[in-house]
């Protein structure tokens, strides 16, 4: 059973920083491009960042690159999400999500994604 367990949200101040963390089990975690979705209230879930099996091929959304940074630790399955200059903005459920495929533009695209983790709250305050 494939199971996917973020932790590190919480509350903090509009310019600080938190760091995500996805822990991955029940699946061959270096085959799957892995990536982090969010979505505020009233909102549709959106695309944050993608990572490849290999930290050199990531995919941002505009509205956090270079702001935030994808890794992962194919070791420890474990997916991570650096978020710093955070914005009010950035206010949201964040969520781990996996897909069985190869890596391209499409992984922006969230039914590119086969599993999907409980999500965990951001919130920034002004």
């Known amino acids: 059973q494939v199971q996917l367990v973020e932790s590190g949200g919480g509350l903090v101040q509009a310019g600080g920083s938190l760091r995500l963390s996805c822990a991955a089990s029940?699946?061959?975690?270096?085959?799957?491009?892995m990536g982090w979705f969010r979505q505020a209230p009233g909102k549709e879930r959106e695309f944050v960042a993608a990572?490849?099996?290999?930290?050199?091929?990531?995919y941002y959304a505009d509205s956090v690159k270079g702001r935030f940074t994808i890794s992962r630790d194919n070791a420890k399955r474990m997916l991570y999400l650096q978020m710093n200059s955070l914005k009010p903005e950035d206010s949201a459920v964040y969520y781990c999500?996996?897909?069985?495929?190869?890596?391209?533009?499409?992984?922006?695209?969230?039914?590119?994604?086969?599993?999907w983790g409980q999500g965990t709250q951001v919130t920034v305050s002004s």
């Open positions: 999500a996996a897909a069985l495929s190869a890596f391209s533009p499409a992984m922006r695209r969230q039914d590119e994604y086969n599993h």
């Open positions: 029940g699946l061959s975690f270096s085959n799957y491009v």
């Open positions: 990572i490849a099996w290999s930290d050199s091929f990531t």
